[in-house]
RNA sequence: GGGCGGAUAGCUCAGUUGGGAGAGCGCUGCCCUUACAAGGCAGAGGUCACAGGUUCGAUCCCUGUUCCGCCUACCA
């Protein structure tokens, strides 16, 4: 198949015959029966309405990377692919397009809704699926799963009535974090905090029984005073402990609210008088609780001041009914002043809560909500993570997993939305004395209706205090009372809860499957660390509970991917790099391989283009070494050939460490590491060094056996690399290596996947030819330099003659004038221990060698002098440098022996060369005059 | 308020038994040398944030300071 290549890569035709063929061949598919060592990954499902986006890019990369190289190195690998349903989030999707009908979903109805919105899933929900195909990801598709598949919605509703049944999950009501856009609880961790400055109001409350004398309050939001019940001071505090029993009058009602003593209150904080809202505030709510306060509710689910609250003056009811919230802060604040009790508002900067999905400023908010109590979950969790049966990576992340699982609170899992899990309970009509039911045709429903009286709108006050009959499937009658009126609550779960099961309900739980015996617990999760609450803490007490064991063994959390400037990528500030612009334009594996090259723990990747095209051009630099490779080698290649050139060992040995390296660095997730080594080994030694060594070679007709050597250590080291770099850049690598001549256990395989990751042979690693390939280089490298510094272009030939001491060192440099010659484009060298230095020659110092470049009549000589002199200072600061060091007794004595020898030796060395130079440098001088 | 991380070349970052300051990109010079101009060869460029301490020796360990991120928290 090695017909001649494109003299440049092309990505997109590769990228997609080979994806085809891979998925054809059936070569991402785990065999559930095979004899050979798991290795398991469950992928992070990314939500159905997503994109995808660079930190998608990023995560599937490194998991891909892991499971190519897990595949190869000959593990029966599965990486289990599947969808998350992203309740809130596909749910404001399909409510979307309805308002562009001009419709709601109230209006077409839970049911109708609920299938307009797996039509909508049928549809779109694949983009990101197919997108991840595009990066290259390996996953097993045939497993592919939803998290509102029926297994998996299975597993949702034997966990929940299996924690209910333990009372794990119960029903309460308090104050939940609401969205007044979505129009539903949100969980803690769902509510992003953000400083705002805002201001901060001082009011007067004045007393009932001496209205002339008043306490003052201090408050960031004077509209919530309508439902305030007490105001509360320090039990210490001097000023106001007299007034404790006392009672005031709440400004703008008839209400009298209590002074209370509680020690929640700092003496230091505003005026050290706080009102009390316990229907609004979390602090409040438990002062509430502490103190037997009444709970007013003045808020509406969207956030409305409620128009009928009964002790508010009626003048400010007008004003104030039915307005947002925020815009009844600015009446209140208007009427407060009118009235005299606004003393004063002072610049202050507090922090408010929006939603993580909508960024509308939530509201606490007083609702009966489903709750899962945490605390022994949490603790098995913990202990799991310090006995390391999960191991964070980079290890500092277990202390983020710590803290939050040590402060863990009860977790709200019901969300009054419509797509979701629907929380498996009913509540008999009957028996809970239900109002406002009605009939529709999925059955009974619970419900009130608009100002208009025709649409009917979802109503979660109906829910308190009823008795649920939990149960994984509908019940047909009330248990109770024998009542066939049954309504399912409204509510659906949290799209975390069913995230949480996700390594094992995948695997078929609660069935037990060959699967999950074979591949739970799964191996490693890679993900971000923004998630490790909402999903990887979960995941571990989930499995811990219902699986007896972790869910995964490593959990590799990876960066952020920012732009180049540091900033979080979003659609809003306008700076996505789009993954998938990138793969046009440069290629899968180029942006694979940035990723992972930049990919060191602990750091966010800040991205930029200019790093992917770099890439690109490495992408096209291994195309064309192979391009050169395939064009020198014609015929069979030899195997198992003995006489190797000293390139041939050198690349062998090279090839071998870098083998080495990279499996250690795989092993411990530095894939910056391994992607930075072979990026090294391929550009700058098989490219720079062996493949321009391996040209004499080629190019001579004379020698057909180390011509087959050459050839045969190319091909070798070639093949091996790609093998390597599989993991990282999966596409280019199978072109290639499909248009390769295989040796040995690769031969006759059909795809790379399927070849052996390389181990590294520690027999060809070798220090010695190492080391005088280095010389060899060092030679060169000097060579060229004079050429370029005295500014001799490549078409001037030259002659180099080389002064070393007779023996070990002069017999390498000759053996090898050959390469000498060709690698430094001289036409003649001579070497030997009585080389003269010619009058007119540049010359460059080594250890245990002196070059000389003859230059008359070659090129303008004068800058000799300035090279000269510029090497020189070079050395003499160097010299400076350790000079002092060797001249302090406290190093000879107490530093190890061999650093003092190495400094000591360094010094000789640069001593000598010292002399040399200024010797060289005294000849031109004299030349001169 | 608490916690974590960062500060190394113009930019982005590597850098652990503490002893050599490095890479990529960018920049400069020369070169279309038959794999590659998406390239080759060579070169310039750094008080390793600041101040102390430990040590023969500190980019690295300790303390403090400044600045920048992020997470977290019930000062209304």
Same mark, same amino acid.
């Given at each position: 198949m090695s017909q001649e290549l494109n003299k440049t890569y092309e990505p997109k035709d590769v990228e997609n015959r080979w994806y085809a063929f891979w998925e054809e061949k059936g070569l991402f598919h785990a065999d559930e029966n095979s004899d050979k060592k798991p290795y398991a990954i469950v992928i992070p499902p990314p939500n159905i309405t997503g994109s995808l986006h660079m930190g998608h890019a990023l995560n599937n990369t490194l998991q891909d990377i892991l499971i190519r190289y897990k595949r190869m190195a000959g593990y029966n690998v599965l990486w289990m692919p599947g969808t998350d349903h992203a309740g809130i989030a596909t749910q404001n999707v399909v409510e979307r397009q309805l308002a562009n009908e001009g419709l709601t979903r109230y209006v077409i109805g839970r049911k109708k809704f609920v299938e307009r919105v797996w039509k909508w899933k049928e549809e779109?929900?694949?983009t990101i699926i197919k997108q991840l195909k595009r990066l290259g990801s390996s996953c097993d598709w045939n497993r592919e799963r939803f998290t509102m598949d029926e297994g998996l919605s299975y597993a949702v509703k034997e966990v929940f009535v299996r924690l209910y049944d333990e009372g794990l999950i119960y029903r309460a009501e308090r104050l939940i974090n609401w969205c007044p856009r979505c129009l539903t609880a949100l969980s803690d961790i769902e509510v992003e905090h953000e400083e705002v400055s805002g201001k901060l109001y001082y009011i007067r409350y004045h007393f009932v029984d001496d209205p002339k004398i008043f306490l003052t309050v201090a408050t960031t939001r004077p509209e919530t005073m309508l439902g305030d019940t007490a105001v509360a001071v320090h039990p210490e505090?001097?000023?106001?402990?007299? #007034? %404790?029993?006392?009672?005031?009058?709440?400004?703008?009602?008839?209400?009298?609210?209590?002074?209370?003593?509680?020690?929640?209150?700092?003496?230091?904080?505003?005026?050290?008088?706080?009102?009390?809202? /316990?229907?609004?505030?979390? $602090?409040?709510f438990e002062t509430g609780i502490r103190h037997d306060l009444k709970k007013i509710n003045i808020l509406s689910e969207n956030a409305h001041i409620n128009p009928y609250l009964q002790d508010v003056e009626l003048e400010v009811m007008k004003q104030v009914g039915d307005l947002h919230v925020h815009k009844a802060r600015e009446k209140v604040i208007h009427i407060l002043k009118k009235k005299d009790f606004l003393i004063k508002a002072e610049d202050h900067k507090h922090t408010i809560g929006k939603c993580?999905?909508?960024?509308?400023? %939530?509201? /606490?908010?007083?609702?009966p909500q489903w709750y899962v109590k945490m605390e022994t979950l949490a603790k098995e969790a913990i202990k799991a993570v310090e006995g390391d049966k999960t191991r964070f990576i980079p290890r500092g992340w277990e202390n983020t997993y710590f803290e939050w699982m040590r402060n863990i609170k009860d977790w709200c899992i019901s969300r009054q939305i419509w797509w979701g899990h629907q929380i498996p309970a009913w509540y008999c009509v009957d028996c809970n004395k239900i109002d406002f039911v009605r009939e529709t045709e999925s059955g009974l429903k619970p419900c009130h209706y608009d100002d208009e009286g025709t649409v009917p709108i979802y109503l979660n006050i109906l829910k308190k205090n009823l008795t649920p009959i939990v149960t994984k499937?509908? /019940?047909?009658?009330?248990?109770?009372?024998?009542?066939?009126?049954?309504?399912?609550?409204?509510?659906?779960?949290d799209t975390w809860f069913s995230s949480a099961l996700w390594p094992f309900s995948t695997l078929g739980w609660p069935k037990k499957?060959?699967?999950?015996?074979?591949?739970?617990?799964?191996?490693?999760?890679?993900?971000? #660390?923004?998630i490790i609450f909402f999903w990887v803490a979960r995941m571990i007490m989930m499995g811990l509970k219902f699986m007896n064991d972790v869910p995964f063994k490593d959990v590799y959390i990876h960066a952020l991917v920012r732009d180049a400037d540091g900033q979080k990528m979003s659609k809003s500030r306008g700076n996505v790099i789009d993954p998938l612009i990138m793969i046009d334009r440069f290629g899968a594996d180029a942006l694979r391989f940035t990723l992972s090259a930049m990919a060191s723990p602990g750091r966010d990747i800040k991205l930029s283009e200019d790093r992917i095209e770099g890439y690109r051009n490495f992408c096209n630099k291994i195309w064309n070494a192979?391009?050169?490779?395939?064009?020198n080698v014609k015929g069979d290649i030899k195997k198992d050939i003995k006489g190797y050139n000293i390139f041939d060992r050198w690349i062998l040995s090279r090839l071998n460490r870098l083998t080495k390296e990279i499996t250690a660095s795989l092993q411990e997730y530095r894939f910056d590491e391994a992607a930075n080594a072979i990026y090294q080994f391929i550009w700058h030694e098989f490219c720079d060094w062996y493949l321009e060594a391996a040209k004499p070679v080629l190019y001579k007709k004379d020698n057909a056996d180390k011509r087959n050597i050459t050839q045969t250590v190319m091909i070798h080291s070639l093949e091996t690399s790609l093998r390597l770099l599989h993991p990282f850049m999966p596409f280019i690598t199978e072109e290639i290596w499909q248009r390769l001549p295989k040796?040995?256990?690769?031969?006759?395989?059909?795809?790379?996947?399927?070849?052996?990751?390389?181990?590294?042979?520690?027999?060809?690693? $070798?220090?010695?030819?190492?080391?005088?390939?280095?010389?060899?280089?060092?030679?060169?490298?000097?060579?060229?330099?004079?050429?370029?510094?005295?500014?001799? /272009?490549?078409?001037?030939?030259?002659?180099?003659?080389?002064?070393?001491?007779?023996?070990?060192?002069?017999?390498?440099?000759?053996?090898?004038?050959?390469y000498i010659k060709f690698l430094a484009k001289a036409k003649g060298i001579k070497i030997g221990s009585d080389i003269m230095k010619p009058h007119i020659a540049a010359t460059a110092v080594l250890k245990d060698a002196e070059i000389y470049i003859p230059l008359e009549g070659v090129v303008n000589f004068d800058g000799e002098l300035p090279r000269l002199q510029k090497e020189l200072e070079k050395i003499k600061k160097e010299i400076e440098f350790i000079n002092k060091k060797l001249a302090n007794q406290d190093f000879i004595n107490k530093a190890p022996k061999?650093?003092?020898?190495?400094?000591?030796?360094?010094?000789?060395?640069?001593?000598?060369?010292?002399?040399?130079?200024?010797?060289?440098?005294?000849?031109?001088?004299?030349?001169?005059?």
């Open positions: 779109s929900g694949g505090d001097e000023r106001y402990n007299k #007034f %404790i029993g006392k009672e005031v009058l709440l400004p703008l009602t008839s209400r009298r609210i209590p002074i209370i003593a509680d020690a929640i209150v700092d003496i230091e904080f505003g005026t050290g008088a706080v009102k009390i809202t /316990p229907a609004h505030d979390f $602090n409040d993580y999905r909508c960024k509308t400023v %939530i509201e /606490p908010y007083l609702s499937t509908a /019940p047909l009658k009330c248990p109770t009372c024998g009542s066939s009126k049954l309504i399912q609550d409204e509510d659906v779960l499957t060959t699967e999950l015996s074979k591949f739970y617990p799964t191996d490693t999760l890679v993900t971000g #660390f923004d192979s391009r050169f490779a395939l064009m040796l040995g256990a690769v031969s006759g395989m059909e795809s790379i996947m399927l070849a052996p990751y390389p181990s590294a042979d520690e027999s060809l690693i $070798n220090d010695a030819i190492e080391e005088e390939v280095r010389l060899l280089q060092d030679v060169i490298s000097c060579v060229r330099n004079i050429r370029g510094e005295m500014n001799i /272009p490549p078409s001037v030939e030259i002659d180099i003659l080389l002064k070393a001491a007779e023996g070990k060192r002069a017999d390498l440099y000759r053996q090898h004038s050959e061999d650093v003092v020898e190495k400094e000591k030796e360094k010094y000789r060395e640069l001593t000598e060369k010292l002399n040399k130079i200024e010797d060289g440098i005294k000849k031109l001088e004299a030349l001169r005059i």
